[in-house]
T-cell receptor, first 110, second 118 residues
Framework: KNEVEQSPQNLTAQEGEFITINCSYS?????LHWLQQHPGGGIVSLFM???GKKKHGRLIATINIQEKHSSLHITASHPRDSAVYIC????????????FGKGTRLHILP | NAGVTQTPKFRVLKTGQSMTLLCAQD?????MYWYRQDPGMGLRLIHY???????AKGEVPDGYNVSRLKKQNFLLGLESAAPSQTSVYFC?????????????????FGEGSRLTVL
């Protein structure tokens, strides 16, 4: 079993829909990262959080440390949100290494 | 402020050739990482460094070597390239919140280097 699991693996939605991507992890963490990668593009950090909730524009990230679960929400989705979203954790029992999920491929239809 | 810069961005090699990928960051970050990204596999850690002069192995270190002689640069070398090393390579850096506790800061990635080994 992977230490960082994302769901769904693939998601297609209509423009304007509310999107939720989930991330569950099984290790102790000091921080959780949400990353975005557009097709053929580089990787950009969206959020780093260790508790509670953060919001940037239409993106919201939440984390529940007790349940070892995080969600990334996109409100009023747009075709430009189409990308792979990657969850990663900084694990205090993995010698400073970062553990990545396999990503969720999101496709927003106009 | 360039952030994280990788060179070269594209390279085609023949089996057995050697090459070096350069990663440079101008944010004074302590931590630097080299990952490879393959379809369906996600990002896998090759080697990493928690400071100048230090390196450590990641998940998939075989066939690669690294050096961190200067804090701002992290080099990834392939001594004898193999077709299995065809991949997209990403460098990343972060500052350390609390060293030794996995407390890395925000991750900054380079744009990637696409390597093809024939």
């Amino acid at each position: 079993k992977n230490e960082v699991e994302q769901s769904p693996q693939n998601l297609t939605a209509q423009e304007g829909e509310f999107i939720t991507i989930n991330c569950s992890y099984s290790v102790g963490i000091s921080a959780l990262h949400w990353l975005q990668q557009h097709p053929g593009g580089g990787i950009v950090s969206l959020f780093m959080l260790s508790s509670g909730k953060k919001k940037h524009g239409r993106l919201i990230a939440t984390i529940n440390i007790q349940e070892k679960h995080s969600s990334l929400h996109i409100t009023a989705s747009h075709p430009r949100d189409s990308a792979v979203y990657i969850c990663a954790v900084s694990s205090w029992n993995r010698d400073d290494k970062i553990i990545f999920g396999k990503g969720t491929r999101l496709h927003i239809l106009p | 402020n360039a952030g994280v810069t990788q060179t070269p961005k594209f390279r085609v090699l023949k089996t057995g050739q050697s090459m070096t990928l350069l990663c440079a960051q101008d944010m004074n970050h302590e931590y630097m990482y080299w990952y490879r990204q393959d379809p369906g596999m996600g990002l896998r850690l090759i080697h990493y460094s928690v400071g100048e002069g230090t390196t450590a192995k990641g998940e998939v270190p075989d066939g690669y070597n690294v050096s961190r002689l200067k804090k701002q640069n992290f080099l990834l070398g392939l001594e004898s390239a193999a077709p299995s090393q065809t991949s997209v390579y990403f460098c990343a850096s972060s500052y350390s919140i609390v060293r030794g506790t996995g407390g890395t800061g925000e991750l900054f990635f380079g744009e990637g280097s696409r390597l093809t080994v024939l």
